[in-house]
């Protein structure tokens, strides 16, 4: 049985929305030669920036184990994004931070979603648009008692 969109609930039109807006970034960001980039990278990046984290930092944002991230972090360093330096407190450990390509890809990121989100508004309006953000936001804050950082992760 088909549905239209009209038909949709909410969870699955909130789902159908981020995968079309994930889905199109990481095509154009394909186009821009980031093809090895996933949806869990960015989310790895953003926990990265500004002043870089340490594999267990990483591993406890993502939800994911030690030995996952080592290997994440493997590739993306074999690829170019990131590279472990001498963490600044404690020689004896490792940070993580990004790259010069790391950083473009996240610039890249940052200017194909505000194309997206300027489309949408274009669909929608300025105003419905901020309305929308509003609401999102005060659900979002009202419904997650932990720190936001806690539960920003990939939908695996």
Same mark, same amino acid.
């Given at each position: ?13 909130? #789902? $159908?929305?981020? %995968?079309?807006?994930? !889905? ?8 821009? &030669? ?40 493997? #590739? $993306?360093?074999? %690829?170019?994004?990131? !590279? ?8 004896? &450990? ?41 609401? $999102? ?20």
């Amino acid at each position: 049985m088909d549905q239209t969109f009209n038909e949709l609930d909410l969870t699955s039109l909130l #789902s $159908l929305s981020f %995968s079309t807006l994930i !889905t199109e970034l990481h095509d154009k960001l394909s186009e821009l &030669g980031f093809e090895d980039i996933r949806p869990a990278h960015g989310f790895m990046f953003k926990r990265i920036l500004p002043n870089g984290a340490t594999g267990i930092e990483l591993a406890e944002y993502l939800g994911i184990s030690k030995q996952a991230i080592s290997k994440m972090v493997d #590739s $993306l360093e074999n %690829s170019g994004y990131v !590279t472990r330096k001498t963490h600044p407190t404690d020689k004896r &450990g490792k940070i993580i931070v990004l790259t010069e390509r790391g950083l473009a890809v996240m610039k890249a990121k940052e200017e194909i979603v505000a194309e997206i989100e300027q489309r949408w508004i274009e669909n929608i309006g300025t105003e419905r648009m901020q309305m929308l953000k509003e609401d $999102l936001t005060t659900f979002v804050t009202k419904e997650n008692t932990e720190k936001l950082s806690s539960n920003i992760r990939p939908v695996w």
